[in-house]
């Protein structure tokens, strides 16, 4: 299975075409008139007498943000990326009717483009040697923003499929006398609180066949 690339917080940043791109400009922000509050911002009126909903916060604020919003959205499509490509591993398998083939991997790291960062090695005012790293903060928010969009379209793209591919190999499973989800480790608490497995639990499709074929075996040996 192939996943194609898939193609936001305002900043107090106010640029022109006619502009250095990226140079701060000045904005007004004392003629506004505050008149309620909203989930997104406060209502009132601007400058112009519009009505309008402002969100006013600092530059750092809403990269931090974002930076956060996207390590959590990252994370949740690398787990369900992770389960997809198991399911279509176990899919894939000959004992369950599968062609054997090997299973795609799904990559995210070309999802996100940072912008280009300069470096510049030298001799700072007191004479120590420095490197110096600098990208465009606004290019920075930009691409944060974008990607964010994209892990979202993903994350629902990943989450359709493994649902997807879990219902069809619950079906391959029962077919092979299998459970259709995976066996869950049984057992017991003693009265010292102490824990006693009576049947492992399953974490791959090796211990599924090597624990239906144990049962089996003592069903086969309680019935003689």
């Known amino acids: 299975m192939y996943f194609k690339p898939l193609n936001g917080?305002?900043?107090?940043l106010a640029l022109s075409a006619c502009t250095t791109p990226g140079k701060v400009q000045d904005i007004e922000t004392k003629?506004?008139?505050?008149?309620?509050?909203?989930?997104?911002?406060?209502?009132?009126?601007?400058?112009?007498?519009?009505?309008v909903i402002r969100e006013n916060?600092?530059?750092?604020?809403?990269l931090a943000v974002l930076d956060i919003a996207n390590t959590h959205l990252r994370d949740e499509v690398d787990r369900d990326l992770h389960d997809l490509k198991n399911c279509e591993t176990q899919l894939n398998d000959p004992r369950?009717?599968?062609n054997g083939q090997a299973t795609?991997?799904?990559?995210?790291?070309?999802?996100?483009?940072?912008?280009e960062i300069k470096q510049q090695m030298g001799r700072d005012e007191d004479?120590?040697?420095?490197?110096?790293?600098e990208q465009s903060f606004e290019e920075r928010l930009k691409s944060e923003k974008k990607y964010q969009a994209t892990l979202k379209r993903m994350k629902k793209l990943a989450t359709e499929q493994k649902d997807s591919c879990q219902r069809r190999l619950a079906v391959a499973r029962e077919k092979q006398g299998l459970p259709g989800q995976p066996y869950k480790a049984t057992g017991y608490f003693t009265k010292d609180g102490t824990w006693v497995e009576t049947q492992r639990g399953e974490n791959s499709l090796d211990?599924?066949?090597?624990?239906?074929a144990k049962a089996k075996s003592k069903s086969s040996s309680g019935n003689e």
């Open 9 to 12: 917080f305002l900043v107090a």
């Open 31 to 51: 003629g506004f008139q505050a008149k309620g509050n909203a989930s997104s911002g406060k209502i009132g009126i601007n400058e112009k007498d519009q009505v």
């Open 57 to 62: 916060t600092s530059a750092q604020d809403d």
């Open 96 to 98: 369950l009717g599968g």
């Open 104 to 115: 795609a991997s799904h990559d995210i790291e070309e999802l996100k483009n940072d912008p």
């Open 127 to 133: 004479g120590e040697l420095r490197v110096v790293r």
């Open 207 to 212: 211990d599924a066949f090597e624990i239906r």
